[in-house]
């Protein structure tokens, strides 16, 4: 047996649970391919990339990835008090500076004198599982040479999904005379409130989300070039399913002229200044850097050309002379099945020497993701002490399992229980056990006692 544990991939997983293993005054060689070999999306050399966009949502406790955030702060987790040191201002979620961010958590992992970074693409797992505990947690971007191994490792075949990842621009080139702060609902002008002091509130307003108002004819004239413009073209092997939840907006857009003023756009809690009505659909831009110099599109993931996203988005009233930091990108996503391969402490049920972590398991989200690493590395810990101690190697195995009445219990849960129609899973209330007695029609109430109940469940 090895006195150390093994992790693939300096992902969120990854690095939170080699944290959690090295906290425990264990040894830890974390295997990081970059800078050596760098998968379509990452360009940044540190742990902790963050490839697609800067928001860890909500952190209001009525909301699912907000709870979440809440249980992962009360058992220490690296990423999240990273976060929290990181934030910048996004209303009530919790954005980062992406660069900050993942600097800081690289700077972390490196200074503890308990893990050893590999700086190497692993393409054999069998040596390195053989007689060792390891975590994989390579993430939704998994190489190729590795994804064949964990497919002969799993004896599964379908490795794949696709999302795609939204344009950045700078503030400094966003036109604000069309252009104005404010979240959604605080900005909508009050029944007794004046049209000056209204716009005196707007102009208070903390600058987390820029709004851009749109009406009926900018509106279809941005539709029509959006639904027309060229595609990147993609290789056979990458035609597959494109997991809902990160839709590209062009995708989106053709399902039907009004599905975006329903879904990114949606125009609802919003009064425009220059009219004091409401606009036919409105674009928000998010806070991507602690120093408020660059915006992400909310909800414009997309596999467009560089050249026709500057050319479409520039449409976009406000937008017309932005400058594009980023262009958005499409990329391979790599998960297992895991409702058949995991148990819920994410150990593979077929060799107990292995746990995954990360999107790789099936679960969708940064937050998410954390979650996974966690509890993938208390349990490898339990498992290393079993192996390494003679007076433990006799007794009953230990393992921890979160109740599912917690959001991490939950996601758990979620991936590890049989479903022929698997697919990513963001963490949301609808996969808590429902509250016992009569049901609660009101949302916001019945998300609290939901909430109540799974902090109390946590601290049992």
Not at 24 to 40: A, D, H, Q, R, T
Not at 318 to 343: C, P, Q, W
Not at 374 to 389: G, I, Q, S
Request: hydrophobic letters at 35%; one cysteine or more; aromatic letters at 10%.
């Amino acid at each position: 047996m090895k006195y150390y544990i093994t992790i693939i991939g300096g992902g969120l997983a990854g690095t939170e649970a080699a944290y959690q293993i090295a906290k425990k005054g264990i040894k830890v060689k974390l295997y990081e391919m970059k800078p050596s070999n760098f998968s379509p999306a990452h360009s940044n050399k540190n742990l902790a990339e963050i490839v697609c966009s800067n928001s860890f949502k909500s952190n209001l406790l009525t909301n699912a990835c907000g709870l979440l955030k809440e249980e992962l702060r009360r058992l220490d987790s690296l990423l999240i008090k990273t976060a929290d040191k990181t934030s910048v201002p996004a209303g009530q979620a919790l954005a980062v500076d992406r660069d900050e961010f993942s600097r800081k958590v690289t700077e972390e992992i490196e200074k503890n004198s308990n893990i050893e970074i590999i700086r190497e693409e692993v393409k054999n797992l069998e040596s390195i599982i053989k007689d060792g505990i390891v975590i994989i947690a390579t993430g939704p971007l998994t190489s190729n040479a590795l994804a064949r191994e964990i497919q002969k490792l799993t004896g599964e075949d379908k490795l794949y999904f696709y999302d795609a990842a939204a344009p950045i621009v700078t503030k400094d080139s966003i036109d604000f005379n069309i252009a104005f702060y404010g979240d959604r609902y605080s900005q909508e002008k009050k029944k007794d409130e004046s049209v000056e002091e209204w716009k005196k509130r707007l102009s208070d307003q903390e600058e987390s989300y820029i709004n851009l108002p749109m009406t009926k004819e900018e509106y279809d004239d941005f539709y029509k070039e959006l639904i027309n413009a060229e595609v990147v073209t993609l290789h056979d092997f990458e035609k597959g399913e494109i997991f809902e939840g990160c839709m590209p907006i062009e995708v989106m857009a053709k399902r039907g002229i009004d599905t975006l003023r329903f879904g990114p756009l949606k125009p609802v809690g919003f009064d425009d200044p220059r009219t004091a009505k409401r606009p036919y659909a409105i674009i928000q831009l998010r806070q991507d850097d602690m120093q408020a110099k660059l915006y992400n599109l909310v909800g414009f993931q997309t596999n467009l050309k560089f050249g026709e996203q500057k050319r479409v988005f520039s449409k976009i009233p406000g937008l017309e002379n932005a400058e594009f930091i980023k262009y958005g990108v499409m990329h391979r996503n790599t998960y297992i099945n895991s409702t058949k391969l995991l148990d819920n402490t994410y150990r593979l049920k077929s060799n107990k020497n292995v746990y995954f972590a990360g999107q790789i398991t099936g679960v969708e989200g940064y937050v998410e993701s954390v979650s996974s690493g966690m509890v993938a590395a208390l349990n490898a810990v339990e498992d290393f002490k079993k192996y390494t101690n003679e007076k433990l190697r006799d007794k009953s195995e230990v393992r921890i399992k979160f109740s599912e009445y917690t959001m991490i219990g939950a996601l758990a849960k979620y991936i590890s229980t049989p479903n022929d129609k698997f697919q990513p899973m963001n963490a949301n209330f609808g996969i808590l056990p429902e509250l016992e007695g009569k049901k609660i029609r009101d949302k916001k109430e019945r998300y609290n006692r939901l909430a109540s109940r799974s902090l109390m469940s946590f601290e049992k």
